[in-house]
């Protein structure tokens, strides 16, 4: 008998299942979310990882199977899941393997440009039998860019050089194959790193500096910058740029899904004010 649902997943892989899942386990925190947007219920939703905290309500109650890099596979397996999504850089390869191994169906993501997480959340609402749900979806959040991109006005054109590390001790930030790079990009920034051989190159400040950067932001995730980590850095930055610090949200910055209709709208709203500093 033919499965109901037949779809390929970002890589890919082609996934087959006899009906519309009832029992999903995510791996992912924007997805996870997203689940939540597409109409969802926490019945359904079986199983989330201890960083999945949106919506907080639904999922409080959610049984938690680990972390992204090391989720407990026999706890998933106890959960019967019917799917399981996946990211190709928040979750492990050899994890995905040992799930699909033991005959759970897996769904990988991997959104690396902003219309790529639309075309994942598309693809998302054929494997979830949610397609309705998905495209009205992917409408909101190409309308979201759409007015950002409005907005942007001469500074599409001017575009000012962003340093935006994502960790510290070893400093690190991200290349142009990332979807954080073609946030910046679309929000009228570029990226230093943008040409760097690695996608998440190891660095150090006096070699970012040397890329020239007019404003530097630091976001709370992967790596929870904060407040006193802007002071920190002030103090080692040239006059000038030490006022173009700039704490923002990584989940403006890094989640896709749902999160995209209103986190790009505020990332660009915050961005936009430290412009005036330059001029």
């Known amino acids: 008998m033919a ?6 997943d970002d890589l890919g892989f082609r996934v087959e299942l006899a009906h519309p899942p009832r029992r999903i386990v995510s791996l992912v925190p924007s997805w996870t979310e997203t689940l939540f947007a597409l109409g969802f219920t926490s019945d359904e939703v079986v199983g989330v990882t201890k960083y ?4 907080a309500a639904e999922v409080a109650s959610i049984a938690k199977i680990g972390g992204t890099k090391n989720p407990d596979i026999r706890a998933i397996a106890k959960l019967e899941p019917e799917l399981i999504i996946a990211n190709a850089e928040e979750n492990r390869r050899e994890d995905v393997e040992r799930m699909r191994a033991a005959g759970i169906p897996v769904f990988t993501t991997y959104p690396k440009t902003v219309p790529g997480a639309v075309e994942s959340i598309l693809r998302l609402g054929r494997v979830l039998a949610r397609e309705p749900e998905a495209a009205a979806l992917a409408k909101q959040i190409a309308l979201s860019v759409s007015e950002i991109e409005a907005t942007l006005g001469v500074w599409s ?7 935006c590390p994502i960790w510290k001790k070893p400093w690190m930030s991200f290349n142009g194959d ?11 920034y570029n990226n230093v790193y943008a040409s760097a051989g690695e996608r998440y190159p190891i660095t150090t400040l ?11 932001i630091l976001p709370d995730e992967p790596y ?11 103090a080692l930055l040239p ?4 006022r173009r610090v700039l704490l923002v949200s990584g989940r403006d910055l890094h989640w896709y899904g749902v999160h995209m209709v209103r986190g790009l709208k ?3 709203e915050r961005m936009g004010r430290v412009r005036a500093a330059v001029l």
């Not at 006096?206 to 530097?216: F, N, Q, S, T």
């Open 206 to 216: 006096e070699a970012a500096l040397e890329r020239r950067p007019d404003i530097v």
């Open 52 to 55: 999945c905290v949106e919506p």
């Open 178 to 188: 990332t979807y954080a790079h073609d946030v910046l990009r679309m929000l009228g």
């Open 157 to 163: 054109k001017l575009r000012l050089r962003v340093f």
């Open 224 to 234: 929870e910058f904060d407040e006193a980590d802007v002071t920190e850095l002030k």
């Open 239 to 242: 006059t000038a740029l030490s």
């Open 3 to 8: 499965a109901m649902v037949q779809t390929a």
């Open 266 to 268: 505020s990332l660009a």
